[in-house]
């Protein structure tokens, strides 16, 4: 009893005076918040949870991170995680570049439209800008704006899906309502193809498409169309892959600064882990098999190996989008290019291009 008594004498003073090889992580908070837009069936979501697993294994549970999914944090108003991550509401966010645009304009980038997709492989160019420098211009422009980030992620080229159809050229989109997240980018392109974009959050989408409020709307195939079962409310789909939404792994500066040393780079190995998953997650099926491959190796496998034949199982009709009609497109769109390069920063979109012409 005695001993016992100095055991618990000594824990307590080793806590109190923050004895080193001790695993009092003391100034750690009992749960960490980490903010994601879509629902936890979603691809952006699971990989959400595979970096908050990575991280609780990793730091033998000393840091303990709760994924939020659906837009709980925000109530819903996607496009105010950025300044509630910067100012501590929130902790982590696995976040949309596209979300996160109205406050770090750089960040619309990778939704110039037809910009990446006219690139031979359309996944090679996005890796090279998120390895190279114009990825790094983006996450500088988000470090300086206040938040720390840990890496990238992928929630996919985001694709079109109509009740009416099928879509091949702009002329085919003429007139139609197209749900469209609240970025002024989205809104302009939409319209120079000819169709009407009404902004809704993403939480009112889905009722949004349900009700017929909307004849169409945008988002990946993996990550989000499929999850969602799309076809319940949209027959249609077009593989135009106009641009795409990489995700970001952020955390709030006090926050990461709280952090030991060691476990920051156990965050960085662990967020360098889930950047791996939330790719094979949003490709797979639709790359060179490098996706699939990786998901097997970890052990991973998605229930999504051939999103184009699950589409086709529940009905959609799929239009896969020609180079050629990919012109039409590419052309209808350029005024728009050419006014977010001046927004963006034509030095940003220069490095994009020199980045995704290192991989041709
Ligand atoms: O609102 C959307 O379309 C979504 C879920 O993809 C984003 O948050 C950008």
């Known amino acids: 009893m005695k001993k016992?008594?100095?055991?618990?004498?000594?824990?307590?003073?080793?806590?109190?005076?923050?004895?080193?090889?001790?695993?009092?992580?003391?100034?750690?908070?009992?749960?960490?918040?980490l903010s994601v837009v879509p629902a936890a069936s979603s691809g952006w979501g699971k990989s959400a949870q595979r970096f908050a697993d990575l991280v609780r294994d990793k730091t033998n549970g000393r840091i303990n991170i709760k994924v939020y999914p659906g837009g709980q944090l925000f109530a819903g108003k996607q496009t105010s995680e950025f300044p509630m991550l910067r100012n501590g509401a929130i902790d982590f966010a696995l976040a949309s570049t596209i979300n996160w645009s109205?406050?770090?304009k750089e960040l619309n980038l990778p939704a110039l439209p037809f910009f990446i997709a006219s690139e031979p492989d359309r996944y090679k160019a996005m890796d090279a800008i998120m390895a190279g420098q114009s990825g790094k211009m983006m996450r500088d422009a988000i470090e300086s704006k206040g938040v720390k980030i840990l890496g990238w992620g992928e929630n996919g080229f985001r694709e079109l899906t109509t009740s009416k159809g099928p879509v091949a050229s702009p002329d085919d989109l003429k007139g139609m309502k197209i749900r469209v997240v609240g970025s002024p980018i989205f809104t302009e392109t939409f319209r120079a193809l000819g169709a009407n974009p009404v902004n809704m959050n993403w939480s009112e989408a889905t009722t949004g498409f349900q009700q017929g409020v909307v004849d169409g709307q945008e988002n990946p195939t993996n990550g989000i169309n499929i999850p969602l079962h799309i076809w319940d409310y949209h027959k249609h789909h077009s593989d135009w892959h106009y641009l795409i939404d990489p995700l970001l792994l952020g955390v709030n500066p006090k926050v990461w600064d709280s952090f030991t040393p060691e476990d920051q780079a156990l965050l960085l190995e662990a967020a360098a882990e889930a950047e791996l998953f939330s790719k094979a997650l949003s490709r797979v099926g639709m790359d060179d098999g490098t996706a699939a491959a990786y998901l097997e190796k970890v052990g991973k496998q998605d229930e999504i190996t051939d999103p184009y034949a699950t589409m086709e199982q529940h009905g959609m009709v799929v239009t896969r989008i020609t180079p050629e009609q990919l012109k039409a497109f590419y052309e209808q769109t350029r005024g728009v290019r050419d006014d977010w390069t001046q927004k963006i920063g034509p030095d940003l979109v220069k490095a994009a291009q020199d980045d995704m012409a290192s991989v041709r």
């Open 4 to 33: 016992f008594a100095i055991c618990c004498l000594f824990l307590a003073l080793a806590a109190f005076i923050g004895l080193p090889g001790t695993s009092f992580a003391d100034n750690y908070k009992g749960e960490y918040k």
């Open 102 to 104: 109205p406050q770090v």
